[in-house]
């Protein structure tokens, strides 16, 4: 899925990973030494997530009662954890050595505090998790991956720029159909990037039959798997190929063993959830209009924090329903008050929420200012047809490729035939382009047949480009343009200019 670099997560929780093993000694022999087995600060931040940070300070997580014994691991025999291990129910093997005793002392001794909110975010996300991963007939405890993976923080977001429960990098986020723009990042969408994540892995599956290569591939990439069982002389089981993978994945499988074994007997060591302040249960609404997620919270009375945190993929606050829905999350008692005045929210104080220079773009909420609309502008909506570019509708328009992207969401130039997109004009440029976009291409002709050749005279708009202008006669290309008005660069068309066209047919 993912990355070479070290993923934050474990950077921040597992720096001793570099002095793992050295290649041919047992596993079950390799020492993590004492002196490196210390945490990164970096770690309290990332768990000071949108929950804890809103609702409960881990700062004041040190007044947990921790006055039993916190080495309690020490005392637990190997074949105590062994039998514990073997009583959780998993398809995935849970093999156990002293790599893995390693992580369990970490989650049990060094992290126990931390280890506590992500018990309790756990109430909250493993439901969801175990219902989407039973509907993709998936092992449910997959759904530990997340432990490791964002410390169960929806808006993680790594340094090798992954994000959200699953860290989906860009790329396999939107191959596996999350939507990701300037607005709205389905990767922090607790149920879609579930899905997408579930997807992704029967794919792996389909490709080792292994779930534990599946879980190491998650984290690495199949090739780097694949390159593993290759060095390996063509074993596929996990340990014997665990010296061949990358430093930071070997270490994945490991953590996740020990974190299924936390999970599962965190009271036999002394660890007691810490519940955020969450409204459940919870109920979903399909928002089919652009909405703010101020108006909610203010119509609703709602505070917004509770509105962001319930909804974390649009983290600019605005649910960007221009041309599909997009899901809204709120307390199921909240869900019918919304319905029952849901067109007074969508009107709600409208000017003002998506007024750029008031909250558009929350700057508490991103780095960094993105511009919204001009003012005393109006909305032109343009259907992107085949052969269209940002910067032939911009020149069309003459406005920026920026604002074009800035205006619809864009995370990159890409456009695809059919797509609508918004440009925001002064009300006289506006109606100028409307009547231009509804003119046939015989309207948009100047001139009449000539007798000799049977060519008609067509008069260059602004923006026109030889593609634009051949799309509209049929048989008509641009070659055809160029050699008929003796033109060697199809950029040097200007507005006014007259060209000669011969229809075909």
């Not at 993976?149 to 808006?155: D, G, M, Q, Y």
């Not at 930071?248 to 999970?263: D, K």
């Not at 205006?407 to 918004?422: D, E, T």
Request: proline letters at 7%; aromatic letters at 12%; glycine letters at 6%.
């Amino acid at each position: 899925m993912k990355k070479r670099g070290l993923l934050f997560v474990f950077a921040v929780l597992f720096p001793w990973l570099a002095f793992a093993g050295v290649p041919g000694r047992d596993t079950a022999d390799v020492d993590v030494p004492d002196s490196v087995l210390n945490l990164d600060a970096n770690l309290d931040s990332m768990l000071n997530l949108w929950y804890a940070g809103h609702y409960q300070s881990i700062e004041n997580l040190s007044e947990i009662d921790t006055t039993v014994v916190d080495s309690l691991i020490s005392f637990v025999p190997d074949s105590v954890i062994i039998s514990r291990l073997e009583h959780i129910p998993s398809v995935v093997p849970l093999a156990y050595n002293h790599i893995v005793r390693r992580y369990i002392e970490m989650y049990s001794h060094k992290r126990k505090d931390l280890m506590a909110v992500m018990l309790g975010l756990s109430e909250y996300y493993f439901p969801l998790f175990e219902q989407i991963l039973d509907y993709h007939q998936l092992p449910t405890e997959l759904k530990y991956m997340t432990v490791i993976e964002s410390a169960l923080n929806p808006r993680a977001y790594s340094r090798a720029r992954a994000v959200g429960l699953w860290q989906f990098m860009y790329g396999t986020g939107k191959k596996y159909g999350l939507t990701i723009n300037s607005v709205v990042d389905e990767r922090m969408d607790p149920y879609k990037s579930t899905i997408a994540a579930c997807r992704f892995m029967s794919d792996l599956y389909s490709i080792f039959k292994d779930w534990t290569l599946v879980i190491a591939a998650y984290n690495c990439g199949p090739a780097n798997v694949n390159k593993a069982i290759r060095r390996a002389g063509g074993k596929t089981n996990y340990w014997d190929i665990y010296y061949y993978l990358p430093r930071e994945t070997r270490g994945y499988v490991p953590a996740f063993i020990a974190a299924t074994y936390l999970m599962n007997y965190a009271r036999e060591h002394n660890i007691t959830p810490v519940k955020p302040d969450l409204p459940l249960p919870l109920d979903t609404i399909m928002v089919t209009k652009p909405l703010h997620l101020g108006q909610v919270a203010e119509v609703l009375n709602i505070p917004i924090k509770a509105v962001r945190d319930l909804n974390p993929q649009y983290f600019r606050d605005i649910v960007p329903a221009y041309d599909k829905p997009f899901p809204l999350t709120l307390p199921m008692s909240d869900t019918y008050r919304f319905i029952d005045v849901e067109d007074s929210i969508y009107t709600y104080k409208d000017s003002v929420f998506f007024n750029s220079k008031l909250v558009y773009y929350p700057a508490s909420r991103i780095k960094g200012y993105i511009p919204g609309p001009p003012d005393n502008s109006t909305t032109v909506y343009y259907r992107v047809r085949s052969g269209d570019n940002l910067g032939s509708i911009a020149m069309r328009y003459n406005v920026r490729v920026n604002d074009l992207m800035y205006w619809n969401g864009l995370h990159n130039s890409r456009i695809r035939a059919g797509q609508r997109l918004v440009i925001y004009m002064s009300k006289k440029k506006a109606s100028h382009y409307a009547f231009s976009e509804k003119s046939t291409p015989s309207q948009q002709t100047i001139g009449t047949a000539i007798t000799d050749g049977g060519f008609i005279l067509y008069t260059v708009r602004q923006g026109d480009t030889l593609w634009d202008i051949a799309k509209l006669y049929p048989g008509v290309s641009t070659d055809d343009i160029l050699q008929w008005n003796n033109l060697s660069d199809p950029s040097k068309l200007k507005p006014g200019q007259v060209i000669k066209i011969k229809p075909r047919g």
